[in-house]
C-alpha cells in the first residue's frame, strides 16, 4: 500500500512498525510531495505542500525530538 498525506497520523499509530520505519515513509511522503511539483506549480500547490510537509515534521518530532525539531527549525 502507498501511503499519503492522508495517512500521516495512521502511520505515527501503526503499533507493528518500528520508528525507523515510520521516519522513513513519512520522509518517503514528504519527498514525494516536492518531487511533484514543478514549474507549473501555482503558489498555492507550493503553499499546500509547505503546509502538509510541516505537519509531517510535527509528528516526525513525537517519534525524534531532535530531528522533527531540526526539520521544524530550518524550515522556512
Not at 515510520?22 to 511522503?29: A, G, M, N, P, S
Not at 510537509?53 to 522533527?68: A, D, E, L, R, T
Request: aromatic share 10%; hydrophobic share 35%; with cysteine.
Amino acid at each position: 500500500m502507498e501511503y499519503t498525506h492522508n495517512n500521516i497520523e495512521d502511520i505515527l499509530g501503526f503499533t507493528t512498525w518500528d520508528d525507523k520505519k515510520k521516519l522513513d515513509e513519512l520522509l518517503r511522503i514528504d519527498c514525494k510531495m516536492y518531487t511533484n511539483l514543478g514549474s507549473d506549480s501555482t503558489k498555492k500547490e507550493v503553499a499546500d505542500v509547505k503546509a502538509i510537509s510541516k505537519k509531517i515534521y510535527k509528528v516526525i518530532q513525537k517519534i525524534n525530538p531532535q530531528m522533527g525539531k531540526t526539520f521544524l527549525s530550518c524550515f522556512d
